[in-house]
């Protein structure tokens, strides 16, 4: 009994750390994308609260938590109010497998990748509860549109991520970060570049990022499964997106980019490092392209990256049986 | 062959235009700011040129406090909103000599010259919390007798300031314009037209 209880102190300081990195990254991520979007626009971005407006997601945050929380008429209650929690919880587990350093793991387990792609799907019922229970017309065609396109850009991205656990042999992060060199040549990305254009994409799609953000395109639904949500229901909804940025990227730089791993000294900020800077490829490609049509969307999905992505595992199965 | 370029070729060589976007964006992203931070800057006088503000009249080069309007109405009639209001001068009192020389000519069967009323408006009235600054009436102005001002630093606290009376705001114009007003009453005109 005494042997598990250093292991329980582990895990809850783990989940702890989650929770907090967590709610950092939302409010570093809003501030980072407002920023960002201002300065594309040549506007400086949000820049009254604090010095350069570096308090403005901070205040976001409290404006969002003071509204009111409010159950359209009609609506299932309990379904209502599960979707917005069921959307957030899932994201807490999904950090603890990622490696963020030798020692920096949440939770050391063989099937890390598997559950993180499981629980990640949580994402989809979530959404489709949202849209259901908010008994409003605009709300379940966004939910429709994000089920169709969530589950159509997992099946790619698995793909991907299939071809890396041929190629490593293994599920588990740590394992994989640790077959890769420190040097950018040693990295997966150079020995499956297919692969990682396609995740790449399925990337923007599973987290429902511009230019495939059309489960909430506010130019022809009003706002998408979320149209009902007020105060932190939304606010939940948004913290959970960003959530689920932060772990595909991670994910990205685990099994592309060599984690933890780089020219000098090994650690975190590597890690940090090549997260951050897919974080900024995404929020530079939201400001870019614009959005696609929904039937744009599904025909790069399935006429493209699916046999790009099958083409690709089959590849690496049979290189690897030679 | 066609098939080939055109379904698979053509899509790859496609997404070097997303390179070609993310280098745009990035240009700007390096670019400098072109925001002004309001309350502690202003604008600068030139980019206020192409500011289309309000709706103002324009003067007489050789009068800058009497506009070039000459009361035909076809503002009031073309603005959608129905935010302009002008009002004719009436022709003035015959005197009673004139009186005598009109009912004299009448009598004589000869062709009467009435005393005609001055072309320009009486009132011009104009309801900015009406305009949706369309520029229909600037561009319907026979006289080019409109223009968008470049009024930017403008705030009211209720919709009746945003009434403007145009004749009194033009004077006031001609009574603060250096001497040289019409040379300076000239390039905006010109602007205006290429626009
Ligand atoms: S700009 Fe349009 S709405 Fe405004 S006064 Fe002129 S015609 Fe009317
Ligand atoms: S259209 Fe021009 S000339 Fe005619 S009334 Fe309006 S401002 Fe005056």
Redesign the pocket.
């Known amino acids: 009994m005494n042997a598990y209880i250093p292991q329980l102190i582990h895990l809850i300081i783990a989940i702890v750390a989650c929770m907090l990195w967590l709610a950092l990254n939302a409010l570093l991520l809003v501030y980072c994308e407002r920023k960002f979007a201002g300065h594309i626009q040549r506007r400086p971005g949000p820049f009254e609260v604090g010095p350069h407006g570096i308090l403005q997601p901070l205040i976001d945050g409290v404006k969002l938590m003071c509204k009111q929380l409010v159950t359209p008429d009609g609506a299932d209650p309990y379904l209502y109010w599960l979707a917005p929690m069921l959307s957030m919880l899932p994201v807490m587990l999904l950090y603890m497998p990622i490696p963020y350093g030798p020692v920096l793991t949440g939770l050391e387990v063989n099937l890390g990748l598997l559950l993180i792609l499981a629980f990640s799907g949580f994402n989809v019922l979530a959404l489709l509860l949202a849209g259901w229970g908010s008994n409003n017309k605009w709300g379940i065609l966004g939910a429709a549109r994000a089920v169709a396109q969530s589950v159509a850009y997992e099946i790619p991205l698995l793909l991907s991520v299939l071809a890396i656990a041929f190629m490593t042999g293994t599920l588990n992060m740590s394992e994989i970060t640790a077959q890769q060199g420190a040097w950018p040549w040693q990295w997966n990305v150079v020995t499956q570049p297919l692969a990682f254009i396609v995740f790449m994409v399925s990337m923007f799609g599973e987290t429902n990022r511009a230019p495939f953000d059309l489960a909430e395109a506010e130019s022809e639904l009003t706002a998408g499964f979320h149209t009902e949500y007020s105060s932190m229901g939304f606010g939940l909804f948004f913290m959970a997106e960003y959530g689920y940025m932060v772990v595909i990227c991670s994910v990205c730089s685990v099994l592309f980019l060599g984690g933890f791993k780089g020219p000098i000294m090994d650690g975190w900020w590597w890690m940090l490092l090549k997260t951050y800077a897919l974080l900024f490829v995404m929020i530079w490609a939201r400001w870019t392209f614009p959005r696609v049509r929904f039937d744009q969307l599904l025909n790069i999905n399935w006429k493209w990256l699916l046999p790009l992505a099958t083409f690709n595992l089959l590849a690496t199965a049979f290189i690897m049986k030679l | 062959m066609n098939a080939f370029r055109k379904h698979i070729l053509q899509p790859i060589i496609d997404c070097w235009s997303l390179f070609v976007g993310f280098g745009v964006t990035g240009k700007y992203f390096c670019n400098k700011l072109v925001t002004v931070h309001y309350p502690r800057q202003t604008v600068e006088e030139e980019n206020l040129d192409t500011y289309g503000g309000?709706?103002e009249l324009v003067g007489k080069p050789k009068d800058p406090a009497m506009p070039k309007c000459i009361s035909c109405m076809m503002?009031v009639t073309?603005?959608?909103?129905?935010?302009?209001t002008v009002v004719k001068q009436k022709p003035p009192k015959p005197t009673p000599e004139q009186e005598k020389a009109m009912k004299e000519a009448e009598e004589k069967g000869e062709k009467v010259s009435k005393p005609k009323a001055p072309k320009n408006p009486a009132k011009f009235i104009?309801d900015y919390s009406?305009?949706?600054?369309?520029?229909?009436?600037?561009e319907?102005c026979p006289t080019k007798s409109?223009r968008y001002s470049s009024n930017f630093y403008w705030v009211a606290s209720d919709r009746k300031e945003l009434k403007l009376d145009l004749l009194a705001r033009l004077r006031e114009q001609a009574k603060s314009m250096p001497a040289s007003a019409p040379k300076a009453e000239a390039k905006p005109a010109k602007a205006e037209k290429e626009a």
């Open positions: 309000h709706i503002c073309n603005c959608p909103s129905k935010c302009l104009y009406l305009c949706s600054l369309c520029g229909t009436c600037i319907n409109l």
